[in-house]
Nanobody
Framework: QVQLVESGGGLVQAGGSLSLSCAASGSSLRIVSMGWHRQAPGKQRELVATITGGGTTLYRDSVKGRFTISRDNAKNMVYLQMNSTKPEDTAVYYC??????????WGQGTQVTVSS
């Protein structure tokens, strides 16, 4: 079992910055990659960014150049730095951890609201 707890969501004006954090605990040694997804009202959950233990990153096109995902393997933490935010970034952001043997785990989500 892996437990994930997100923090750092809130309200930000368009063009501003916000930083999200996610702490993993439990069987965190089994984690091979971590990432962030988001879900806006009435829409499906979508991938925002992922990062492997070796530091390989992947971003959805709409956040490239604005968001940065990073990871501290020693602390079992993953971060999402959100810059140049847009109203369309408004969503509940979920941290995920992928394991080899147990599949994907999710955090409880944190609300990000970008005002225009």
């Amino acid at each position: 079992q892996v437990q994930l707890v997100e923090s750092g969501g809130g309200l930000v004006q368009a063009g501003g910055s916000l930083s999200l954090s996610c702490a993993a605990s439990g069987s965190s040694l089994r984690i091979v990659s971590m990432g962030w997804h988001r879900q806006a009202p009435g829409k499906q959950r979508e991938l925002v960014a992922t990062i492997t233990g070796g530091g390989t990153t992947l971003y959805r096109d709409s956040v490239k150049g604005r968001f940065t995902i990073s990871r501290d393997n020693a602390k079992n933490m993953v971060y999402l730095q959100m810059n140049s935010t847009k109203p369309e970034d408004t969503a509940v952001y979920y941290c995920n951890a992928d394991t080899i043997s147990s599949g994907r785990y999710w955090g409880q989500g944190t609300q990000v609201t970008v005002s225009s």
